[in-house]
């Protein structure tokens, strides 16, 4: 079972460079999300998504973009990457947006420098 | 942001109970509590939810107060793969908001 599968694992950019993470999930998920999370601290949401060519903004947004062109791909970009950025970025699906089970892929650990 | 306080650290004995609190008092009569951890830096994972009654299933129990502001996680017989950090979660805005959770630390 692949379930949500994230890559890369590791990257390091140097700042104003533009990266994407990608992320794709084989459970048929409608809802999709994007989580960052800083050292020591809880996960921030960055964007999800309810279903394919629909997506909306979480709680830190700025400096990311997103798109949904099908049900199993989910990709984050990173236009023009700065220090504050640096994260370990999560990406997680779940069947619908009431459901208290997300599944989680194994993260991307992302330097900015 | 976080609408549940819960303690940033805790010890538990293996094979002991390990009773991880969570307050959520401003929660709603129609909000679920959820409970996820994460270790090592893994994916964080579901563990456990509730509304009102307490629930059990083969990770943990739950057990939420009748005014409902505030639960314990209880992991019956605590092993050393449950050392983590456990994060109790309401919905703000329609959805999961992380807190920086409890470090539960099990110790042989």
């Known amino acids: 079972n692949a379930g949500v599968t994230q890559t890369p694992k590791f990257r390091i950019l140097k700042i104003g460079q533009s990266m994407t993470l990608q992320c794709t999930q084989d459970?048929?998920?409608?809802?999709m999300y994007w989580y960052r999370q800083d050292p020591g601290m809880g996960l921030k949401l960055i964007y999800y998504?309810?279903?394919?060519?629909?997506?909306d903004k979480g709680e830190v947004p700025n400096g990311y973009n997103v798109s949904r062109s099908t049900t199993e791909d989910f990709p984050l970009r990173l236009e023009l990457a700065a220090p504050s950025q640096t994260s370990v970025y999560f990406c997680?699906?779940?069947?619908?947006?009431?459901?208290?089970?997300?599944?989680f892929g194994s993260g991307t650990q992302l330097s900015v420098l | 942001d976080a609408k549940t306080t819960q303690p940033p650290s805790m010890d538990c004995a293996e094979g002991r109970a390990a009773n991880l609190p969570c307050n959520h008092s401003?929660?709603?009569?129609?909000?679920?509590v959820y409970w996820y951890r994460q270790i090592h830096s893994q994916g964080p994972q579901y563990i456990i939810h509730?509304?009102?009654n307490n629930e059990t299933n083969e990770m943990a129990s739950l057990i939420i107060t009748e005014d409902r502001k505030s639960s314990t996680l209880i992991l019956p017989h605590a092993t050393l793969r449950d050392t983590a950090v456990y994060y109790c979660?309401?919905?703000?805005?329609?959805?999961?908001?992380f807190g920086a959770g409890t470090i539960l630390r099990v110790k042989s």
């Open positions: 997680a699906s779940s069947q619908t947006g009431n459901t208290e089970k997300l599944f």
């Open positions: 459970m048929n998920h409608n809802y």
């Open positions: 509730g509304l009102k």
């Open positions: 998504s309810v279903g394919a060519g629909i997506t």
């Open positions: 979660i309401v919905r703000v805005a329609g959805k999961l908001v």
């Open positions: 401003t929660i709603s009569g129609n909000e679920y």
